[in-house]
C-alpha cells in the first residue's frame, strides 16, 4: 500500500449525505470501512457500530455525524467518537485524501489485519 492510500471512489460515485461500504480485503484492515459524503467532504470509518453489528454506511450522514441505521447511536465523521447513545465506545477513523476525481483511503495503522 502506499503513502496515498487506495483509490476505493470517485468524486460523484457517493452522493450527499450517502456512505458506501468499502471491504476490508480492499483496504487490509480488520473491519470493512464506511466512505461518507457530508456537503462535499469526505470521511472515513469503521463500518460496524460498536453498539451493536450494524452497517453504518447504510446510516443517515447529517451535521458532521453518522447515525447509526439499527438504534440511531450517532459517531462524529471526523474523529469517530460517540455523539448519543446507546453506543458507548468511538469507532476507529481512517484518512481521506481527494486526488482529482479521486477519493482515497488512507487506512488507520492501528485497524491494518
Same mark, same amino acid.
Given at each position: 500500500? %502506499?503513502?496515498?492510500? !487506495?483509490? @476505493?471512489? #470517485?468524486?460523484? &460515485? !457517493? $452522493?450527499e449525505g450517502e456512505g458506501? #461500504?468499502?471491504?476490508?480485503?480492499?483496504?487490509?484492515?480488520? &473491519?470493512? *470501512?464506511? *466512505?461518507?459524503?457530508? &456537503?462535499?467532504?469526505?470521511?472515513?470509518?469503521? &463500518? /460496524?457500530? /460498536?453498539?451493536? @453489528?450494524?452497517?453504518? %454506511?447504510?446510516?443517515?450522514?447529517?451535521?458532521?455525524? *453518522?447515525?447509526?441505521?439499527?438504534?440511531?447511536?450517532?459517531?462524529?465523521?471526523?474523529?469517530g467518537s460517540v455523539q %448519543?447513545?446507546?453506543? /458507548?465506545? $468511538? @469507532?476507529?477513523?481512517? +484518512? @481521506?485524501?481527494?486526488?482529482? $476525481? $479521486?477519493? +482515497?483511503?488512507?487506512?488507520?495503522?492501528? +485497524?491494518?489485519?
Amino acid at each position: 500500500m %502506499s503513502e496515498e492510500g !487506495i483509490v @476505493v471512489a #470517485q468524486v460523484g &460515485d !457517493i $452522493d450527499e449525505g450517502e456512505g458506501i #461500504q468499502i471491504e476490508a480485503a480492499v483496504l487490509g484492515t480488520v &473491519d470493512n *470501512v464506511a *466512505v461518507f459524503n457530508d &456537503d462535499g467532504e469526505y470521511f472515513a470509518l469503521d &463500518d /460496524t457500530c /460498536t453498539h451493536e @453489528v450494524a452497517s453504518l %454506511s447504510e446510516g443517515w450522514v447529517e451535521d458532521g455525524c *453518522v447515525e447509526c441505521p439499527l438504534h440511531a447511536a450517532k459517531f462524529c465523521l471526523g474523529d469517530g467518537s460517540v455523539q %448519543s447513545m446507546p453506543a /458507548t465506545v $468511538d @469507532v476507529y477513523p481512517h +484518512r @481521506v485524501v481527494l486526488d482529482g $476525481d $479521486d477519493i +482515497r483511503v488512507i487506512p488507520n495503522p492501528e +485497524r491494518l489485519a
